[in-house]
Structure formats: structure tokens, C-alpha cells
């Protein structure tokens, strides 16, 4: 069966630092992707990184960077340089089947 | 920029009765999704939809459940006899379908929040 964990279900960061939010995975198969998604509070999902199984590199997308330790099963997220608008719900997910399955989430609260 | 839309935002409704939540997946497109979140909860799989068919369905998606692609463009969820417990977001997803099955990221409608009275 495939699960996805977060274990932090709410996180506070000084604004302009770094953050990491923990994800960690469980699956048998051997092709996979890795997601994060953002919620604000308006609701909308919005997708901000992602990561296959296969690569080698981490990914990066601007300030979202994604930890991928495939034999940890773990791909955590790490936010540089936070802003007031990073605050939100954080979504990690994982893709197998065509399917995409979310974790808890994790609620960031960036501080001015 | 192409991006998923749905229809109603919100509706209320009283329980037993028949809700219909509509959306547009985009264009190009050809998997579609329907997920829930309950308030305050994760988001959770109903069912994925794929060359007019079910792919899968999660064990929410129960009898009362059922989806639709009527004309080509629309992408529906029906519930048939409401219960307290569907009051949630229900968001509408939809991906290519190019790479494997772990590649391609969902796109997200702003979701119809369904309250049930």
C-alpha cells in the first residue's frame, strides 16, 4: 500500500530564512513521482515542485527545492528565503498509477 | 493559461437530495480527477477517470457516487442522496497523459465547496 507521511503538522520560519518541511513515503513500485502542492488560505492547490524517482538531481523550481533521499524515502521540501506569502498549507503527494496521493499537510506560518 | 475550472464555488443543500458538481478539465488533457477535503483534513482521492472510464475509485467512492463526461469537455460528480458527512471541497483535477504513471502534474480547479444541511 502507498502512504504518504508528514510529521509536522505546523511550522513557523523568520521571514527571508529557510525552512524544510518533511516528507517522507511508502511504496513497491519502482516508478514513481513526488510532489509538493500549496494551499493558501483561499483553498486552491497550487503545484510547486516535483520530483521522479528515477532522477538523479534534486529538483529545484526558483526558491522551492526538494531533498530527495530515495533509499530514506524521504523528499522534503526546503523553502529559501521565506516571504509573508509563503504562509500556507503544504502539501506533499506521490504519483504512481496515474494516481496522486496527498499527505496531511503541514501549516507554515511565516513570520514578519 | 490554461487552468481547470469548476462550477457551482459553493452549494447548499438538505440531506437526501441529488448534488451535481461540474468542471472543465483542460483541453489536452485526457486523465481527470475528483478529490475531497474535508475541512480541515487532506485531500483525498474519490476516483480517476480515463478514455471515458472509471481507472479507479478509492472506497469513498461508494454507490452514491458516480461521474460523467456527458459531452467531451464536461466532467461531472454526482452525488446521489447527500449525507452530512459529504460536506467538504471537492476539487476537480486533470494531467496529460504523456510519461509513465508517476510523471505529470495535477492541475487543480478551485474546488466547489458542497455544504450539506
Known amino acids: 500500500a502507498q502512504k504518504i507521511t508528514q510529521t509536522q503538522p505546523g511550522m513557523f520560519v523568520q521571514e527571508k530564512e529557510a525552512v524544510t518541511l518533511d516528507c517522507t513515503y511508502d511504496?513497491?513500485?519502482?516508478?514513481?513521482?513526488l510532489f509538493w502542492y500549496k494551499q493558501p488560505s483561499s483553498g486552491e492547490m497550487i503545484f510547486l515542485i516535483y520530483?521522479?524517482?528515477?532522477?538523479?538531481q534534486n529538483a529545484t523550481e526558483g526558491r522551492y527545492s526538494l531533498n530527495f533521499q530515495k533509499a530514506r524515502k524521504s523528499a522534503n521540501l526546503v523553502i529559501s528565503a521565506s516571504q509573508l506569502g509563503d504562509s500556507a498549507m503544504y502539501f506533499c503527494a506521490m504519483k504512481s498509477s496515474y494516481k496522486l496521493i496527498f499527505g496531511s499537510g503541514t501549516r507554515l506560518l511565516v513570520r514578519p | 493559461e490554461p487552468e481547470v475550472t469548476q462550477t457551482p464555488s459553493h452549494q447548499v443543500t438538505q440531506m437526501g437530495q441529488e448534488v451535481i458538481l461540474r468542471c472543465v478539465p483542460i483541453?489536452?488533457?485526457?486523465?481527470f480527477y475528483w478529490y475531497r477535503q474535508i475541512l480541515g483534513q487532506k485531500v483525498e482521492f474519490l476516483v480517476s477517470f480515463y478514455n471515458n472510464e472509471i481507472s479507479e475509485k478509492s472506497e469513498i467512492f461508494d454507490d452514491q457516487f458516480s461521474v460523467e463526461r456527458p459531452d467531451g469537455s464536461n466532467f461531472t460528480l454526482k452525488i446521489r442522496s447527500t449525507k452530512l458527512e459529504d460536506s467538504a471541497m471537492y476539487f476537480c483535477a486533470s494531467s496529460e497523459a504523456r510519461g509513465g504513471p508517476g510523471t505529470g502534474e495535477l492541475f487543480f480547479g478551485e474546488g466547489s465547496r458542497l455544504t450539506v444541511l
Open positions: 520530483q521522479g524517482s528515477y532522477d538523479e
Open positions: 483541453s489536452n488533457h485526457l486523465y
Open positions: 511504496t513497491s513500485d519502482q516508478s514513481y513521482g
